[in-house]
Each structure stands twice: as structure tokens, then as C-alpha cells.
T-cell receptor, first 114, second 111 residues
Framework: EAGVAQSPRYKIIEKRQSVAFWCNPISGHATLYWYQQILGQGPKLLIQFQNNGVVDDSQLPKDRFSAERLKGVDSTLKIQPAKLEDSAVYLC????????????FGEGSRLTVL | SQQGEEDPQALSIQEGENATMNCSYKTSINNLQWYRQNSGRGLVHLILIRSNEREKHSGRLRVTLDTSKKSSSLLITASRAADTASYFCATDGEGAQKLVFGQGTRLTINP
């Protein structure tokens, strides 16, 4: 099966600009996750979708971050306006409906904010 | 919040030696998972151990779980250069289907 697709792989912007990341999960995976991974740290969950509904967005900085999963398939994560501390890798993951617990990750989108 | 804490933060060993990484967590869990991340790549699932299991094997990987101590260990036997990566434990103690990752152990295998 095809893996989780993410784009772009790399993005460099200046602070206060906006950026959007796209994720296409594995076909049939109902649950989709966006994680933020700052260099040298573990991934931190930003938002979790079940189909097109939000399950958990408690750690999403809602004043600047937004995410949507229209039609319950692919998803976009937007940052507007970006801050220096948003420099990180944004990882998308998905999991099967039966939820064995295993997450399948994409390669990530590396954001650098100057 | 970081549920799991890995120890050590970094580990460097010679090829062929065994590598052991530890993970401690705070709340009750249903299962604990280990993931590997090669530099610049996404995370790859290695193994899942349920709360009612004490030990699990997969190839050269051995995972133990001690729920009384809220800790787990990952043993990689006969290490290879390709095992060089960061290893993360993840737990679901904060809610169904919500995985929380630790800070990771950076493993370097020297040829």
C-alpha cells in the first residue's frame, strides 16, 4: 500500500508570513494526526481527526494554527502568521479504523522561519 | 505534555554489541509502542506491547514492560550500522488512540 504523502518536504519563510502543509493518509485510514517535532525533541500532537471530525486539538495554538480534513481524506495544516519558534518538522500520520494502535508516518515537512 | 521519558538521551556503541534503551511513563496505559526515526525521515513503528504483556520479541528486538514500575526497555541485539537512529517510546495513557511520545534516545552504532 502507498504510504502517507506529505508536501512540501521543505519550506523557508520569514516570520509573520503564512504557510500550508498538505497530507494524504493511507487509503482507508480513518484517523489522521498532525505532530510537531522540534529539533532534538519527540513529536508533539497538534491535532487528531477521526474521519473529518476533530478528536483532540488541545495542544494546537489556535490563534495561529488551523487544520482541516474535508471529506475525511486528505488534510491541510496552516500557520498564519508564523513565528520563529514554529521552526520544526510537521509530521502527518494515519492509523487504521480497527486501531491496533500503530501509526504510519509520512516523511514530514521541515519548516524554517527566519 | 511528554508522557514517556527515554534514558539514556544518547548512546554510542560498537557494531555487534547490544543496545538497551529505557522508557518511563506516568499514567496507566493500554499499550506502549516503540518507533525508530532515521535522520530527516518520518517515524517507523517497531513493536507494540500491551499492558497485559511482559515481554515481546521481533527479530533482533526485545521489548519488556513493567507496569508496576511504569517502565519499558527496548533491547537491540547484535547491532548494525543501519540501526543508527533515534528511538522513541509512545504511550496511550492520555486517551484512546492518542499517542504521546517521549524525547527519544539517539543511538549511534560505530563500525
Amino acid at each position: 500500500e502507498a504510504g502517507v504523502a506529505q508536501s512540501p518536504r521543505y519550506k523557508i519563510i520569514e516570520k509573520r508570513q503564512s504557510v500550508a502543509f498538505w497530507c494524504n493518509p493511507i487509503s482507508g485510514h480513518a484517523t489522521l494526526y498532525w505532530y510537531q517535532q522540534i529539533l532534538g525533541q519527540g513529536p508533539k500532537l497538534l491535532i487528531q481527526f477521526q474521519n473529518n471530525g476533530v478528536v483532540d486539538d488541545s495542544q494546537l495554538p489556535k490563534d495561529r494554527f488551523s487544520a482541516e480534513r474535508l471529506k475525511g481524506v486528505d488534510s491541510t495544516l496552516k500557520i498564519q502568521p508564523a513565528k520563529l519558534e514554529d521552526s520544526a518538522v510537521y509530521l502527518c500520520a494515519s492509523s487504521r479504523p480497527s486501531n491496533t494502535g500503530e501509526l504510519f508516518f509520512g516523511e514530514g515537512s521541515r519548516l524554517t522561519v527566519l | 505534555s511528554q508522557q514517556g521519558e527515554e534514558d539514556p538521551q544518547a548512546l554510542s556503541i560498537q557494531e555487534g554489541e547490544n543496545a538497551t534503551m529505557n522508557c518511563s511513563y506516568k499514567t496507566s496505559i493500554n499499550n506502549l509502542q516503540w518507533y525508530r526515526q532515521n535522520s530527516g525521515r518520518g517515524l517507523v513503528h517497531l513493536i507494540l506491547i500491551r499492558s497485559n504483556e511482559r515481554e515481546k520479541h521481533s527479530g533482533r528486538l526485545r521489548v519488556t514492560l513493567d507496569t508496576s514500575k511504569k517502565s519499558s526497555s527496548l533491547l537491540i541485539t547484535a547491532s548494525r550500522a543501519a540501526d543508527t537512529a533515534s528511538y522513541f517510546c509512545a504511550t496511550d495513557g492520555e486517551g484512546a488512540q492518542k499517542l504521546v511520545f517521549g524525547q527519544g534516545t539517539r543511538l549511534t552504532i560505530n563500525p
